[in-house]
């Protein structure tokens, strides 16, 4: 069975930095691509970032490349998304996901990945 947990979330200041973790279970960063993603209050579920298994290939929602870079531990089997430069309106529950359609490779960021694990909060604010 597949478990995905994000960690590392917390409160911090504009301009500060975070790095979450995503632990997987049941999947392999050898064969699974891992996304994050984000929901504000009030607001829809948006992706954040993408690494595929393959290539390491990554990708970024415009709103935070430049900010956020994701990157994957094969020997730990966790990703993680290291969160920098932080705004107030990048508050949000961070959510780590894998897709059973997709696979090795990134979908579009705007597709909902199926397999979803437990969040974690960052609150940016002064």
């Known amino acids: 069975q597949v478990q995905l947990v994000a960690s590392g979330g917390g409160l911090v200041q504009p301009g500060g930095s975070l790095r979450l973790s995503c632990a997987a279970s049941g999947v392999s960063l050898d064969d699974t691509a891992i996304g994050w993603f984000r929901q504000a209050p009030g607001k829809e579920r948006e992706g954040v970032s993408c690494i595929s298994s393959a290539d390491s290939s990554t990708y970024y929602a415009a709103s935070v490349k430049g900010r956020f870079t994701i990157s994957g531990d094969k020997a730990k089997n966790t990703v993680y998304l290291q969160l920098n430069s932080l705004k107030p309106e990048d508050t949000a529950v961070y959510y780590c996901?894998?897709?059973?359609?997709?696979?090795?490779?990134?979908?579009?960021?705007?597709?909902?990945?199926?397999?979803w694990g437990k969040g974690t909060l960052v609150t940016v604010s002064s």
């Open positions: 996901a894998t897709d059973s359609a997709y696979g090795s490779s990134c979908p579009p960021l705007w597709h909902p990945m199926d397999n």
